[in-house]
Antibody, heavy 118, light 106 residues
């Protein structure tokens, strides 16, 4: 069965960096685009970034462009999100999700919490 | 930037029909997806590409999309349908989520 397991969250000071990982299993990872979606405490879903199946195309929300970088390692079935210059407003649960061609997110991980605080 | 507008909350009597709208400029020309999220859980896709149900989603859930409004319809509402619901669409190399609607089943 499809499994997506995020890791790398934690407490970080403003201005510092953090890298999230998403380990995928149960499907051919290199066939699918992948997304990061976040949810601030008590708030709605916010799309963060997306990457095509082969890593050739990457897309970012305006709120993170220039600070966050999405990448993938198809040989290790892992998705990444490098987050630099973190701000308090980046505090959220970050989910990775598998998309099915037109942004339809059939499978989600359980999420990893990132807290940006001094 | 593109925006999707949802009502903050919708109430429905047990066993009745709930309709949750998602407004956006010419949204009828886009693929719209809907997610259900219960407290402390990851979202679950309930409708994709406007009208399609993933396997395991009850037939009580249906979707439509035309003009400037997409709609998620839940018939014979059950207590277990209480959740937040989000619409989603793609525009100009960005995915966009609606602000979410809290469904209360009375």
């Amino acid at each position: 069965q499809v499994q997506l397991v995020e890791s790398g969250g934690g407490v970080v000071q403003p201005g510092r960096s953090l890298r999230l990982s998403c380990a995928a299993s149960g499907f051919t990872f290199s066939y699918y685009g992948m997304y990061w979606v976040r949810q601030a405490p008590g708030k709605g879903l916010e799309w963060v970034a997306g990457i095509s199946y082969d890593g050739s195309n990457k897309y970012y929300a305006d709120s993170v462009k220039g600070r966050f970088t999405i990448s993938r390692d198809n040989s290790n079935n892992t998705l990444y999100l490098q987050m630099n210059s973190l701000r308090a407003e980046d505090t959220a649960v970050f989910y990775c999700a598998r998309e099915n061609g037109v942004g339809d997110l059939f499978f989600w991980g359980q999420g990893t919490l990132v807290t940006v605080s001094s | 930037s593109y925006e999707l507008t949802q009502p903050l909350s919708v109430s429905v009597a047990l066993g009745q029909t709930a309709r949750i709208t998602c407004g956006g400029n010419n949204i009828g020309s886009k693929n719209v997806h809907w997610y259900q999220q219960k407290p402390g859980q990851a979202p679950v896709l309930v409708i994709y590409r406007d009208t399609n149900r993933p396997s395991g989603i009850p037939e009580r859930f249906s979707g439509s999309n035309s003009g400037n409004t997409a709609t998620l319809t839940i018939t014979r509402a059950q207590a277990g349908d209480e959740a937040d619901y989000y619409c989603q669409a793609w525009d100009s190399q960005h995915e966009v989520f609606g602000g979410g609607t809290k469904l209360a089943v009375l």
